[in-house]
């Protein structure tokens, strides 16, 4: 007599749901493991990467964009004029004083005299009805000397002497843009432990832009850890499509001018920039709501794929929980479902761990991927309802009707 735990006398819809979680749980593999590979064999083969000879590096001009990081400039500037970098270098010090306040060109200022090649200037707190970082920007820009500008922020920390060395090997090579990649720090030095969700965001998007990037499509960056040509910048007129919003100078501006030919990620571990925040929560919720705005203005393909990614997760879960609930008392359908689910999950837990140690991202526990990633769409609606209510905050315009 046959044993009703172990029968494959299934109804036909019991299989087809196994098979639609079977089906969800591969869509979600390639999708994602896709992305998190490319990201760990990329920092693999950018970190084995040669560095060249010290004739071949072209002239680079670093420009920093300040606003209130008095406190922190004199060492990102030491730091700076520290790169072992064998070509011509200058640093360009854009202070952003919207608050009336001298004291950033005042720290950078008093730097001069120790720094030939340090300049600095600034935008005058009346500039309104703009975007004061493009304004410093293309001030930084202009002001250059040399063919390349390496574009960071007065909040950043610059650990390796390598740094600029690491991301002007690719231009020596002939890519006109170079992407790099950021990761937040507390900036009083503590031991920043973010939330779940925080953790886990911060590397979903970065896997989705830089893996975006190394597939050939790049279209979002970070301006604390950028390079590229001047020549590329003023053949785009720099801004000039998006002088309406207050953000875009990286997200928006790279993906004008880069492309799978001209643009290059670099991802080696001397070549990762910490930005210092005093409330990296907060910092992360910002940055969130500005970049799911100009999202808007972007290709979709890449947050579609994620979005897929994400979808098929609750199919996946919905479609093990039917055929395991509609299979019983057979045992088969759950021996199935587990099954897919360590298919599924073991190889994601381990690479997006590596994933996140590569890209210094402080992540949540292994174990706990499989749930946020479930999770996840639902702290992305509480970003879309947030965003609605500031969407005005981010036109140039914004600030003359509050």
């Known amino acids: 007599m046959n044993n009703p735990l172990w029968s494959i006398d299934l109804p036909v819809y ?6 639609l979680a079977l089906v969800a749980s591969l869509i979600i593999l390639y999708i994602l493991l896709r992305r998190l590979r490319a990201i760990v064999m990329a920092s693999r083969a950018t970190s084995d990467c040669q560095l060249l000879d010290k004739d071949d590096y072209p002239g680079v001009s670093v420009v920093v964009y300040a606003r209130d990081n008095a406190d922190n400039l004199p060492a ?3 730091s700076l004029y520290g790169q072992d970098y064998p070509g011509d270098m200058e640093v360009i010090v854009v202070c952003d004083l919207s608050r009336y306040d001298t004291a950033d060109v005042d720290a950078a200022g008093a730097l001069q005299p120790d720094y030939p090649t340090l ?7 009346d500039s309104r009805s703009l975007s004061r970082k493009k304004l410093a920007v293309t001030l930084g820009v202009k002001a250059a000397r040399y063919p390349y500008v390496a574009m960071t922020c007065g909040n950043c920390a610059i650990r390796s002497v390598d740094w600029l060395r690491r991301m002007m090997t ?3 090579q002939g890519r006109s843009v170079v992407v790099g990649t950021t990761t937040i720090r507390q900036a009083d030095g503590a031991d920043d432990r973010p939330a779940l969700f925080r953790g886990f965001d ?8 830089i893996g975006s990037a190394l597939k050939g499509t790049p279209h979002r960056a970070s301006g604390c850890n950028l390079v590229y040509t001047r020549e590329l910048f003023f053949r785009n007129s720099g801004f000039a499509t998006s002088l309406n919003l207050n953000y875009g100078d990286d997200d928006l501006f790279v993906n004008e001018i880069a492309d799978g030919h001209n643009t290059a990620v670099e991802l080696s ?9 005093p409330n990296p929560g907060r910092a992360h919720r910002i940055d969130r709501l500005r970049r799911d705005f100009t999202a808007g203005y972007l290709p979709q393909n890449p947050r579609l794929a994620m979005g897929l990614a994400s979808c098929c997760w609750w199919i996946w879960l919905a479609a093990s929980v039917a055929a395991t609930a509609l299979g019983l008392p057979s045992l088969i359908p759950l021996c199935i479902v587990v099954a897919i689910a360590l298919l599924l999950c073991v190889p994601l837990m381990i690479w997006w761990r590596k994933a996140a140690k590569t890209l210094r991202s402080p992540s949540a526990a292994c174990l706990s991927v499989p749930l946020l990633m479930l999770c996840h769409p639902i702290y992305n609606l509480r970003f ?8 005005r905050d981010n036109y140039t315009w914004g600030d003359l009707v509050k």
Not at 269 to 277: A, C, D, G, M, T
Not at 384 to 391: A, E, K, N
């Open 202 to 209: 911060e590397v979903w998007q970065r896997v989705r832009s």
């Open 119 to 125: 300049r600095v200037t600034y935008i005058p707190a």
């Open 384 to 391: 879309r309802i947030q965003g609605l209510r500031h969407r």
């Open 170 to 172: 690719h231009a020596a």
């Open 14 to 19: 019991v299989w087809v749901l196994a098979g």
């Open 269 to 277: 571990e001397p070549s990762i920039v910490e930005v210092l925040e």
């Open 76 to 78: 990102l500037i030491h």
